[in-house]
């Protein structure tokens, strides 16, 4: 077998040591075979792609059904397998996660403009299951990464839309380590110029302090453990190039402004021990004025928690401290992932529980968002609550109150689609035209241009004023056509 399908395996069992792995075999197989004959712009076997993103959500630890959503995410869009069958193989659970990795690909990135539209596409996906969200930005990052094999207009266009959108709801999902590595993935190709300077700037002040810094830590921990705190581990992080480049952007290029270029990421076993950690090196090495954020008592919006402080090292020289326990550290990589991590000791038992803090750091997330689109575009906060988003073949989203029908999607799209409509097909099926839309349906009208117009029997079902009003126009102007017709002096 594939090179990737033993690195796949190797990295579950890594974590998870007794995972069915005759699932994960079980889907690759399909995946394999499915994709049989599609190959990547760069060549290569289609089916490479999902297995390098399976395997970057086995990276992160996460359930198995997600990795095994992973494996088939391109498999209903792609190939001739359907959903149907995969829910038949991998129950529903994995079903569910690669429709919602589906319905979130319908909706197509259609420039600067329609932001907005864009955002409510993920509202779409974390309707439905917000594991969907975490596989599509594996799907994305491994794109991403394989942007070189794409004509440049794509490229760009890709990364862009990686920059605009999917970063931004990263971090809004307290998905840190994805939120760094799309934008450092997209930077390259959005802003090439400022990359290229980004990237030197970086190596040549990262050669220069990379020693000095090995110093500090080594003193820091000596420190630490003599004074009873137990450092779980010690790294010096370099900041992520493409919020180095914004920062860099604020003090007007000066790089020695910038304090966390390097910072030292301290974890320790509890809350306690990170307020010690902080007052011994603080009595070591004397704290910059107004840099110490305790985001442990005061998290970020997104949930983030550590504290930071900045200090004057050994010869003046600034380094900047992140403290946090274990959870706060698996929170601030992981974010809304972490809650669906595999580990040993929590297996089923717990699962409902987590899935109730799941939903409510999900209602969290959707007011937070909804409160970031009001920023942009004045919505009202309310304007999401019982609304669907229904999305045209072509991938615009059509917002519609609950229970809209084809019908009142149809006046959405104009007059003369509504009148002239004479069926539907949803999600590729003929349907009925009062049958309710769901969200994240991609819906089709067939229009008949021989018909007269509407019927008046849809009245009853419609749900939106606006194709009440036309139905009703439509049939006042039929009447009185008519009347005019049978009393040709009537008016
Ligand atoms: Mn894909």
């Known amino acids: 077998m594939a090179s990737e399908y033993d690195q796949l395996i190797t990295t579950i069992k890594a974590y998870h040591k007794d995972a069915d792995l005759s699932l994960v075999e079980k889907a690759y197989k399909l995946a394999h075979d499915a994709h049989k004959g599609q190959r990547r712009m760069s060549g290569e076997p289609y089916v490479n792609h999902p297995m390098r993103t399976a395997i970057r959500l086995a990276e992160m630890e996460l359930q198995l059904p997600i990795v095994i959503a992973g494996i088939l995410h391109d498999v209903p ?30 909706v197509k990135y259609r420039g600067v403009s329609r932001y907005v539209e864009n955002m409510r596409r993920f509202f779409i996906a974390m309707a439905a299951d917000a594991r969907s969200l975490i596989v599509k930005f594996a799907d994305r990052i491994d794109n991403l990464s394989t942007l070189e094999a794409l004509p440049p207009k794509k490229q760009y266009r890709i990364a862009l839309e990686s920059l605009e959108i999917f970063a931004p709801v990263a971090s809004r999902l307290g998905m840190g380590e994805m939120k760094g590595t799309i934008e450092d993935l997209s930077f390259r190709y959005v802003y090439p110029n400022d990359y290229e300077t980004v990237k030197q700037i970086v190596q040549q002040r990262y050669a220069a302090k990379s020693e000095y810094i090995n110093t500090v830590m ?7 453990k003599r004074s009873g705190v137990s450092v779980d581990s010690m790294v010096g992080r370099l900041k992520h190039l493409y919020s180095l480049h914004r920062k860099l952007k604020k003090y007007d290029n000066n790089i020695t402004k910038i304090y966390d270029l390097i910072a030292v990421r301290l974890i320790v076993p509890d809350i306690a021990q990170c307020y010690s950690a902080l007052g011994i090196l603080h009595n070591l090495w004397k704290p910059l004025k107004g840099r110490i954020k305790d985001y442990i008592s005061q998290p970020k919006p997104n949930g983030y928690q550590s504290l930071h402080t900045t200090v004057f090292a050994m ?55 909804v409160k970031g689109l009001k920023d942009i575009e004045s919505i009202k906060l309310d304007f999401f609550q019982s609304r669907i988003f229904v999305i045209t073949p072509k991938g615009d989203v059509i917002d519609l109150p609950e229970d809209a029908t084809p019908v009142d999607f149809a006046y959405a799209i104009h007059t003369d689609i509504g009148n002239k409509c004479s069926g539907s097909r949803v999600n590729g099926e003929l349907t009925r035209l009062d049958t309710p839309l769901k969200s994240g349906d991609v819906v089709e009208i067939i229009t008949d241009k021989n018909r007269k117009g509407p019927s008046p029997d849809w009245l009853n079902f419609v749900k939106t004023s606006m194709a009440k009003t036309r139905i009703r126009t439509y049939a006042k102007k039929s009447i009185s056509d008519w009347i005019k017709g049978v009393l040709p002096g009537s008016n």
């Open 315 to 369: 010869g003046g020289e600034i380094v900047e401290f992140q403290i946090r326990t274990p959870e706060m550290h698996e929170a601030a990589e992981y974010g809304l992932a972490a809650h669906w991590h595999y580990s040993e000791s929590n297996k089923t038992s717990k699962l409902p529980e987590r899935h109730k803090r799941w939903i409510d750091e999900l209602a969290r997330v959707h007011k937070e968002m």
């Open 218 to 224: 080594e003193i820091a921990e000596k420190e630490l």
């Open 77 to 106: 869009e792609d190939t001739d397998v359907t959903l149907e069958t995969i829910k038949k193989e991998f129950g529903e659970d994995v079903a569910s996660i690669v429709e919602g990795v589906t319905k979130v690909g319908k």
